[in-house]
């Protein structure tokens, strides 16, 4: 498996603008019980999107002609609080999405998406707003991710910088895996433990 | 005062780094890597990929929690649970990492058997595959929860990446009043910060009201810190840590035990050092509370009228007040006291230990579970389970016709077949109220195990205070 990859991404966009949607609301743990990562895309927003029978539910953003294709997600505030699962990502990637927009992201969320290419883009309320507005009047309105940039941007707008870890930021761009550039520190690892001992 | 004043997270974050490069996160090490069956099988997975072992077997501990059955019997749930319990099995087995399957008499909820083991001590970095890891925090170790791609990490080289968290200073002073609990304490925090108020930062508790709690109290405490956004939630450790901690089966023994304290003793906050910011709350004003929404900072105390979205400036805030009310069929301005329950549960890494049953099976007592409730209780381990038992406290949870269970996760997050119908509405002593948390559809109100009781009894939201002075509620 290799690691993701980002550098730009120009996408339509959705907007899921509730705040402190929670992770257990992007995939319900009773999806939990996978032992790989394959299928959570489907089970996305599971609740949500689908009536108890099965069927979709129009009323619900991404089973509107509009969600078709989009590949940023703008959210509201604090998305993605709550349980550690790292399936959320998973199933965000997993239904297409490469970027969720926020005024604020829960850590353990943000950390998880930035491993699966899954772009945390953080921007100030007005920005948000800006967007939201933007967004409202052109449902075909193009967003552009640039991570090289750590910007963000949209006709009409200038490119908007946002703050990113440096160190995932050039994982990201690089393909570097983390897990390999961890490995590189075994050494002093066991050094550490030989003192500790 | 020391010249260099530490909190106590700096000092276990600076014991802990094993190296750091420029404009990278830290290599930081893991004393303590807890496992479960459902965040764990994709991170075996890569590992296998790779050729690569478990590094420190005897570092990593692993439990079946989730998706167990309660009800006795060994059968999971359905297929894929199965799957993924005989998933660990073989994973632990193959790796040579302790296990505490099915079988074990001691197995339950990752975050009861970590303490009650002795595998949690102070000072220590722990990390789990699961958000509540910061329960663990309340024996003065730096507990968070990772996801499962740095399970993987920690599996394979028993360190993780990080970037140093903020602190938060979360300072209760004052005495609790009768019916008042640790649950009360951390539901009043989440209501006044909400749960982003913590993101970025490390809560440390302090203050009087913290000190004056017992070990299961501070577990329930910092076991939420996650609802308020910070990954870890950290208690200093003082004699009554060392006293749970001493004996336990993977506590330090004879002189390594007396040197160990020796090291504990110098990890609290050192006066003079400085927190990034500060919360402060007093425990005296505290009634019992509950939560009314979907989300654990949407709480008030139970004798208060639910907020009326109209009080909100935000728009977005307004929208989410509306929205958490309408799904939990409420209603704005009304009391929740007195709103009909079906089901109570009792249980959870929040609220399932000893002390937890003690409390409700002493209110309990002589008491009837009103016809209109299932009450479930379910003990957070198996060793919990033997203790209640040996005390009697089954027999008072039966007696009430209340459902006495097997330990695990059960009704908290419904992976396991426990859990509610749609529509149902729960008092729950878990932390997580989120929709469908506990079963697609249903309601969950977060409360102490006291006001679960109350209202199991009343077979409505009722104040725990009322039984506490003898009435029939
Ligand atoms: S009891 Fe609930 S919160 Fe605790 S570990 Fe189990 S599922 Fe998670």
Redesign the pocket.
Known sequence: MSAPKFTTLTARCVVLANNDVDTDQIIPARFLKVTDKLGLGEKLFCDWRYHDDGSPNPAFILNQAEAKGAQILVAGNNFGCG?SREHAPWALVGWGFQAVISPMFADIFKGNSLKNGLIPVVIQPAAHAALLAARAKNHDLPVTVDLRASTVAWPGQDPISFPIDPFSRACLLDGVDELGYLQKFAGQAQAYEARHA | MSQNPKTLFQKIWDNHVVAEEPGAPAVLYIDLHLV?EVTSPQAFSVLKERGLKVLRPDRTVATM??SIPTKGGYEAADEMGRIQLRLLEANAIAHGVRIYGLNSVQRG???VIGPEQGFTQPGMTIVCG???TSTHGAFGSLGFGIGTSEVGHVLATQCLLQRKARTCEVRVDGALRPGVTAKDIILAVLAKIGVGGGTGHVFEYTGSAIRALDMEGRMTVC?MSIEGGARAGMVAPDDKTFNYVAGREFAPKGAAWDQAVARWRQLPTDQGASYDKTVTLDAHSLEPMVTFGTNPGQGVAITQPLPLPSSLADAAERAGLEKSLAYMKFEAGKPILGQPVDVVFL????N?RLVDLRAAAHLLRGRKVASSVKMMVVPGSQSVKQAAEAEGLDKIFKEAGADWREAG??M??A?NGDQLSPGQLAVST???NFEGRQGKGGRTVLASPLTAVATAVAGCIADPRVLLNGGQS
């Open positions: 349980s | 479960h929690d989730h909820i990752v975050h699961d958000s509540h076991n249980g959870s890494c929040t399932s996760c059960s908290c997050i992976m878990s932390n997580r």
